[in-house]
C-alpha cells in the first residue's frame, strides 16, 4: 500500500526548512516531501521541532529559510486564512474549541471562511446567504456522522469528556473541508479505547475520504501502525525517513529516542 501511495503525486514538499527563535535552532535544513494520500508522520524528542514544523506549514511561523510547496504552490509568507482557503486544515494539540458553544456551532463557525458572503447579505440572511448557510450546515452534518458525534450535536463542548473534545477538534478542522490534514498529538492524554477510536477515525479519514494526512504524535504503536512513512527529526534535525518497519530498527532512530525498544510496523 506504501508503494503504491508512493506513486502518487508530491502533494505537501518541504526544502531546506530553518527557523530559530533567539539562540535556539527550531529547525535547520529539514526536508521531505509527503505524497497525496498518505499517512504521513513526524516524530522526535520533546523539542525536535515537529510542532515548529507546523506551525510553517499552516502559516502561523514563517521560516527564516526554506520553501513549503502545497500541490506545487509556494505558501511561505501566506496567512494562515489563506493556507486554509488551498485546502490545508489543522487539528491543535492543546484543545482550541469554543467550550461554552455547542459541538454543532463549534464546526460551522469553522466554515465561516469558506463561506462567499459578506457583513451587509449576513445581516439580511436572504439569497445566496441561506443557500451557503443550508450546504454548510449539510457538510457540518455529515462530519457529524462520519464521526459518530451525533448524540453531542448540540451539547456544549466544555461538558464533553476530553476524549471527546480531542475528537470534535478533528471534527471542527474536517469541517474546513480540507485536502491536506494536519493532526498534532491527537492521542495525548487519551486512554486506551479513545486511543483506538482515534486511530479507526485517522484511517477512515485517509482511506473512505482520500484526505492526506501528516501526523505529530508520541504514541509509537500508533505511528507504526498508521503510517506509509515517517520521518524523525533530533534537535530540529531529520535523522531518518523511511517505511515503520525501517525507522523502528534504525540504530540512529533507537538512539535519539525510541530507546532499546524495537518498534515494529507495518510493512
Known amino acids: 500500500m506504501a508503494e503504491l501511495k508512493k506513486e502518487r503525486p508530491i502533494q505537501l514538499e518541504i526544502s531546506d526548512l530553518s527557523m530559530g527563535f533567539g539562540g535556539i535552532q527550531a529547525t535547520r535544513d529539514v526536508s521531505f516531501s509527503v505524497h497525496e494520500g498518505e499517512i504521513y ?6 523539542g525536535a521541532g515537529k ?3 507546523f506551525n510553517c506549514i499552516s502559516g502561523i511561523y514563517r521560516p527564516q529559510e526554506g520553501s513549503i510547496r502545497f500541490q506545487g504552490r509556494e505558501i511561505v509568507g501566506m496567512k494562515p486564512h489563506k493556507i486554509a482557503h488551498l485546502g490545508i486544515a489543522r487539528a491543535f494539540q492543546n484543545i482550541e474549541l469554543f467550550r461554552g458553544m455547542t459541538v454543532l456551532d463549534n464546526l460551522m463557525s469553522a ?3 469558506l463561506l462567499p458572503y459578506g457583513l451587509f447579505r449576513s445581516a439580511l440572511y436572504l439569497g445566496k446567504c441561506v443557500r451557503e448557510e443550508i450546504n454548510a450546515r449539510d457538510a457540518v452534518e455529515e462530519v457529524i456522522e462520519f464521526l459518530d458525534l451525533q448524540l453531542f450535536r448540540k451539547t456544549p463542548v466544555g461538558g464533553l469528556s ?3 473534545q480531542k475528537r470534535v477538534e478533528l471534527a471542527r478542522a474536517m469541517a474546513m473541508n480540507p485536502r491536506l490534514l494536519l493532526v498534532d498529538e491527537p492521542v495525548s492524554g487519551m486512554n486506551l479505547e479513545e486511543t483506538e477510536d482515534m486511530a479507526r477515525y485517522l484511517l477512515d479519514i485517509n482511506e473512505e475520504m482520500n484526505i492526506t494526512v501528516v501526523l505529530v ?3 509509537m504503536g500508533l505511528v507504526m501502525d498508521l503510517s506509509d512513512r515517517v520521518t524523525v527529526l533530533n534537535f530540529g534535525i531529520k535523522i531518518a525517513e523511511g517505511p515503520p518497519r525501517e525507522i523502528g530498527q534504525n540504530p540512529e532512530v533507537i538512539r535519539a529516542y525510541l530507546g532499546e525498544e524495537r518498534i515494529q510496523g507495518r510493512s
Open 41 to 46: 508522520s513526524i516524530i522526535g524528542p520533546n
Open 51 to 53: 510542532t515548529t514544523v
Open 111 to 113: 466554515r465561516g471562511f
Open 162 to 164: 476530553y476524549g471527546l
Open 217 to 219: 504524535e508520541h504514541d
